[in-house]
């Protein structure tokens, strides 16, 4: 399989420095032989995973009393580019962090299928298709991610509007957006789309309004008409929000993580499509704006035949490299960062939806409560399907088509090339 791997005198020096684990570089990055195992992730120097990280430590600690894990928290913007260069380098470390979808599967060739290793853990944990490719999984599930629609009760109230009720269809949510714009100022969305992400949300977050579930079911199936007079009209619509000047101002220079959430958080955009786990999510809407003015929808519908539903996949998740020298030794550690004790303190800590379906979150407030409760008839989310090729390109015509150098039927010519190949 292809990688995009970006090779350097410097990735390299980087690679040896955090992929060994230790400030010196003078000790192998995987240590499984000698009794100890090192991980790479973005998320455990996040003091919301601290507790999680100790209880999955702990949970291993009993069953391997003589095993060492160290943790090695990466930049996620430079992540995938030091995981390239371990992959390239065919030594790393033992278990890894991957985001679900493309991110992955581009990179299953590195990696240990784990299914005789988790087999007990299959029912209990959510979001596995998202780290399958050709029915292997590669990865344990830690979160489930997904895009809701967020709202700001409060701007509804100002603008006499009833937040219990949100429109379910395209005119009269654009109708409301504009009775809210009058009474407060705010702009309709949020948007920041300076690194190309703006438009993975909004695919996802307003696809099930527009593409019928035949053709919803289609495209996660990998079965992808780019012709369609319906996938045509996400990215049309992609274009005239921005064009009838429903998105905050500057998308394009503005980003998603965290200044286009800081917008929405401010009470100067009524919606954002956000995450549910991780950042720009439930939890940290609650913060700022109280828990009871943070809405959470679905797409309303936008064209005749379809069928609403909350966008989610399998989150993050942790595989095993090939490389490691006790695939069952570092697979047993991928499940204890899954167990329900350690899940439970990362829901509490960080707010993440968690994989483990038996874990409550009743006291989270209305927003993650309606979340959960959209999970029975939620779907896979249309970016998650494709490749990371193709995502990489969809970002950059997103920008372009907000720009007006580039035509809606020129992008998805471009896309549709991408994908197929």
């Known amino acids: 399989m292809k990688q995009r791997v970006f090779w350097s005198a410097a990735i390299a020096g980087m690679l040896a ?32 995973a601290t507790a999680y990280v100790e209880k999955a430590k702990a949970d291993f600690a009993k069953k391997h009393p003589g095993v ?30 991957f985001n679900g979808g493309g991110q992955i599967r581009d990179r299953v060739d590195a990696l240990v299928p784990l299914d005789q290793y988790v087999t007990q853990d299959k029912a209990r944990l959510a979001g596995w298709d998202a780290f ?6 590669y990865a344990s599930p830690v979160t489930l991610q997904g895009h809701p629609i967020y709202f700001n009760k409060g701007l509804y109230k100002k603008a006499g509007l009833d937040p219990e009720r949100p429109a379910t269809t395209w005119s009269g949510f654009t109708a409301d957006c504009a009775v809210v714009t009058r009474a407060t100022g705010a702009s309709c969305f949020a948007l920041g789309n300076k ?8 695919l996802s977050a307003f696809g099930s309004g527009i593409l019928t579930p035949q053709e919803y079911d289609d495209w996660i199936a990998g079965k992808r008409d780019w012709n369609s007079a319906d996938v045509k009209q996400v990215f049309q619509l992609w274009k005239d929000v921005n064009d009838r000047g429903l998105n905050s101002k500057g998308g ?41 003015n943070v809405g959470v929808m679905k797409s309303p519908v936008i064209t005749a035949g379809a069928t609403p ?30 167990t329900t004790d350690a899940l439970a303190a990362f ?29 029975k008839t939620g779907k896979p989310a249309l970016h998650v399907a494709l490749s990371s090729k193709t995502i990489e390109l969809m970002g950059r ?21 991408s994908d197929r190949s």
């Open 195 to 202: 690194e190309g992400i703006g438009i993975q949300f909004f």
């Open 309 to 338: 539903s909350l966008p989610f996949d399998g989150g993050i998740g942790y595989g095993v490299a090939k490389w490691t020298k006790d695939p069952a030794l570092a697979a047993d550690l991928v499940r204890s960062l899954t």
């Open 132 to 137: 399958v490719k050709d029915g292997k999984a």
């Open 17 to 48: 420095l955090a992929g060994c684990g230790s400030a010196t570089g003078n000790e192998p990055s995987s240590n499984s032989a000698s009794g100890k195992l090192v991980v790479w992730d973005w998320k455990s120097s996040d003091k919301t």
């Open 252 to 292: 394009n220079s503005t980003t998603l993580f965290t200044d286009a959430f800081g917008i929405f958080q401010s009470g100067k955009a009524t919606n954002i499509v956000g995450l549910m786990s991780d950042i720009g999510h439930w939890k940290d809407f609650n913060e700022f704006l109280g828990a009871d």
């Open 347 to 375: 829901y509490a800590a960080a707010g993440a939806v968690v994989s483990d379906t038996t874990v409550k979150t009743s006291d989270g407030g209305p927003a993650v409560s309606a979340i959960v409760a959209d999970l």
């Open 397 to 417: 015509l997103s920008q372009q088509i907000l720009e007006g150098s580039v035509s809606v039927d020129g992008a998805l010519k471009q896309l549709g090339e």
């Open 68 to 97: 060492t894990v160290e943790f090695v928290a990466q930049p996620f913007d430079q992540y995938y580019t030091l995981l390239g260069a371990a992959i390239q380098a065919g030594k790393g470390p033992d278990v890894m962090m």
